[in-house]
C-alpha cells in the first residue's frame, strides 16, 4: 500500500499524469484538419525553393541588416528599461528592506501578487493594449517588453536576493549595518553575478520577442518576414531567419562567454 | 597586469551594452512621437466604446458581454480549447526532445556513447545541434506564420508551431545535462560491459528525467501565455476569438477573454508548481 | 574599574532542549576571556547572547549596564559589541577596501555608504586598518581572491574600523594552520589589549588560551563549569571538559 502512495505521488505519478493529459489531448485534437491547405503542397515546394535560392542580393542584405538593427534597438531599450525597474523592484520582492515581520510579509505577497499578474500576460498582448490606448509607435512595443520582463526579472532577482548566505549578512548587521546597507554591502555584492546572468539569458528571449514586434505593426525582422512572404519571396524569407538564427546565436555566445569568465 | 583588468569580458560586456542600450533609446525615442503616446492615442475611442457600452445597458437595450452568461460560458469553453494547445504543444516538444537528446549530446556521441555508431553518430550530433538552435532561435510566432502558410489553421497548426520552438529549447537544456553529468558514472557504467543503450537507459536517463520534467513544466507555463498569441494566427482558441473581439471594437467581450486567460495562466502556473514539488 | 558584562541566572531554550542553563558572570571591561568546551556546549549560543543577536529565555543579560534586552541590533549595538567568527562572515564578491569600511556602516547613513561603495573616498581609513593587519597590497582585490588566513586578517581590519568596546570572538582561528592561527590571535591581542577593550573567544586549543587570555571559562551542556585565571588552568580541568561521561 505504501509501495503504491509512493508511486502515485512521487516522480512516476508526475510522469503518468503528463503523459496521460498528453494522451488525450492528442486523442481530442481535431487532426482531421491538420491537412495542407488546397494550395499546400506548392507551398511547401515554394518554402523549400526559396531555401535552395537564398536572395542575398545586395538591395536584399541591406532590407535584413537594416531589419535586424531595428530588433536589435527594440530588444535592446526594453531589456535596459526592464533592467532599471527591476531592480529597485526586486528589493522591495525580496523584503529585505523591512525589519518589521507584518510589513515585510505584507509588502512582500502584495508586490509578488502584482508580479504574477504583470508575468501572466504575454508580451504581444501587452503590446497590443498599449497600441490601443497609446498607439502603435515603437514606445508602445519597447514598453510592451519591458514590462513583463521587468516583472521576470524582479521575481527572480528578489529570489537570487533572498537565498545568499546569511552569515557574512549577520556580521555586517553586527557592525550596524541598517537593513538597506545590508543590502547593499551584502546581498547585492553576493548575487549580482546569477543577476547578470541570468539578465543576459533574458535578453537573448526579449530579442527574439523584439523580433515578432510586427505583431503590432512595428518594424523589424518578422515585418520584413511577413512582408516578404505576402509577396511569396520565400529566398527572402530565408535570409531574415539565417540573420534571426545569427543574431540569437552571437548574443547567446557573448552570454556563455559572460558567463564563464565571471566564474572566475 | 592592469590592462587585462580594465579590458576583461564583464567591463567590456558592460560597455559594449550600454552604448547599446543609449544607442537605442535615442532612435525609440526619435521614432515614437511622445506628444500622441503621452495624450494617450486612442485612448479615448476606447473610453467612448465602453461609454456606449454603458449607455446602451442602462437604456435596457443589451448587456455588456462580462454581464452575460452564454459569454463567459463561451471563454471558459475556448480556454479549454487553448489549454489543450497547449498541452499537445509541450508534450510533442518533449517526447521528440526525449528520443533526440542523446544523440545530441557531445560526450555521448563523440565517446561512441551513443545509441547510433560512429562516424554516424557525430554527423548526427551536428546536425541535432544545429537544428536545436535553428528551431529555438526562431520565435513560436514566426513558425506559426509558415505553418498556417501550408496547413489548415487549428489546434495542430498552433500546437505544431509552439511545439517547434520548444523543442530546440528543450532538447538543448537536456543535451547540455549529459553533458554536466558526472563522465565519471557513464565511464565506469561503460567498463562493466553495458552496451550504450545500457549506458543510456541506466546512466543517463535516471539523471535527466527528473531535469526534463521540470523544464517541461516550466516550459508549459511559457507555453500557455504563447499560445494564445499563436492562436492569433493559427485560428484557435482564445486567441482568435480576442483578435475577432478586438476587430470589431467589443471591449467588453475582450475583458471577458483577458480574464479567463490571466485566470488560465494563473492555474497552469498553481499546476506545474505543484507538479514540480511532486516531481522534486 | 566599569563591568563589560553582568548575567545573573541566564537561560536559553530552544524548543524544549536547554542550551544555555542559569549561567551567571561578569566579566570587567578590558578583561581578556577564554571560553573552552567542547562542541554543543552552548559556546556559540553564550556568545550570540553576549553579543545581543539573541535575547536570553530567562534572566538578564547586561552589557555595560545596559539590558540587552532594549539593544536591538543596528547602530546603536555595533558601538558596543563587534564580532568576528570562524571565516564565512565577509562579502566574497566585494573588494577588500569595501568589506574593511563596511565597518563603519554603523556610522554613516545611506548615501554615505551608496558614495563609499562606488568611489574611493576614506579610502585613508580603510588603508590604515589594513595596514595594520598586514595587507595593504591587497586594497583592491576582490576577497574571494584571498587565503583563509588572509580573509581573517580582512576581518579584523573591519573590527579596527568598527571600533567598539567589546570583541566577541567564535572560533576565530577554527579553519587555520597554526602559524596563521597565532598571528590571528596576536593581531586580536593587538588592537584590544592597547585600547583596554574586552575580548571574548570562543577556542578550542589550550596553547592559545594560555598565551592570549587572563581568564578561562570552562562550559559544558550549557553551564559553567569553572571559570579561573589562566595560570590556574591544568590539563586535568580540560580534560574533564571534554570527557563524555562526566567523572565526578
Known sequence: MNVVRKVITGRPGVVIILTTAFLTSVYIADWNRAIPRSSGLSGIYEILKGFSQPDFSQEFLIVAVQATWTTITFGTSAIFLALVIAIPVSFLASGTLFRSFVVRITSVSVVRMFLALVRSIHELIWAWILAILFGFSPMSGVLALAIPYGAILARVFADFLNDVPQPPLRALQSSGASNIQTLLYGRFPSAYKDMLSYGFYRFECCLRSAAVLSFIGLQGIGYQIEVSMQDLQFGQVWVLIYFLIALIVSVDWWGSKLRRSLAE | MMYTKIFSWPFCSFLLFCFLALTSWTIVLKDSDLLEFFSGGSLNGVLDNFRHIYNSQISGQSDPAFLSFESWYRAVFLSFRTLLVSILAIGLAGFVALLTFASGSRNLAMEGNSPIRRPFSSLIFYLLRALYTVTRSVPELIWAMLIVFTMQAGIVAGALALAIHNFGILGRLCSEVVENMDQRAIRSLRSSGASSAQVVLYGVFPDVLPQLLTYILYRWEVVIRTTVVVGFIAAEGLGRQLRLSMSWFHYDEVIVLLTCYVALVIMVDIVSGFLRKMAA | ?248
Not at chain 3, 68 to 94: M, P
Not at chain 3, 217 to 225: E, M, T, Y
Request: hydrophobic fraction near 40%.
Open chain 3, 1 to 248: 574599574m566599569t563591568l563589560a558584562y553582568r548575567m545573573s541566572n541566564v537561560s536559553f531554550e530552544l524548543g524544549d532542549t536547554k542550551i544555555i542553563q542559569n549561567v551567571s558572570l561578569s566579566v570587567d571591561s578590558g578583561e581578556r576571556v577564554a571560553i573552552l568546551g567542547a562542541s554543543g556546549a552552548g559556546k556559540t549560543t553564550l556568545l550570540r547572547l553576549l553579543a545581543a543577536q539573541i535575547k536570553p529565555s530567562a534572566g538578564d543579560v547586561f552589557l555595560h549596564n545596559e539590558n540587552t534586552r532594549n539593544l536591538n541590533s543596528g547602530a546603536e549595538l555595533s558601538e558596543y559589541v563587534g564580532v568576528i567568527n570562524q571565516q564565512y562572515d565577509l562579502i566574497q564578491e566585494l573588494s577588500v577596501r569595501n568589506n574593511v569600511l563596511a565597518g563603519n556602516l554603523g556610522r554613516w547613513n545611506i548615501w554615505r555608504s551608496i558614495l563609499t561603495l562606488l568611489s574611493s573616498i576614506d579610502s585613508d581609513i580603510s588603508a590604515s586598518a589594513l595596514e595594520r593587519v598586514g595587507l595593504s597590497d591587497k586594497t583592491h582585490q576582490r576577497l574571494s581572491r584571498l587565503s583563509g588566513g588572509e580573509q581573517q586578517r580582512v576581518a579584523v581590519a573591519r573590527l579596527i574600523v568598527q571600533d567598539p568596546l567589546i570583541i566577541i570572538a567564535d572560533e576565530p582561528v577554527a579553519s587555520l594552520d597554526p602559524t596563521r592561527a597565532f598571528e590571528i590571535m596576536s593581531l586580536l591581542e593587538n588592537i584590544t589589549s592597547p585600547s583596554n577593550k574586552t575580548l571574548i573567544a570562543a577556542l578550542h586549543s589550550y596553547d592559545l588560551t594560555t598565551q592570549f587570555f587572563e581568564r578561562v571559562i570552562g562550559l559544558k551542556s550549557g553551564k559553567v563549569s569553572f571559570d579561573m585565571r589562566v595560570d590556574h588552568l591544568t590539563k586535568v580541568d580540560l580534560e574533564k571538559l571534554y570527557s563524555v561521561h562526566p567523572t565526578d
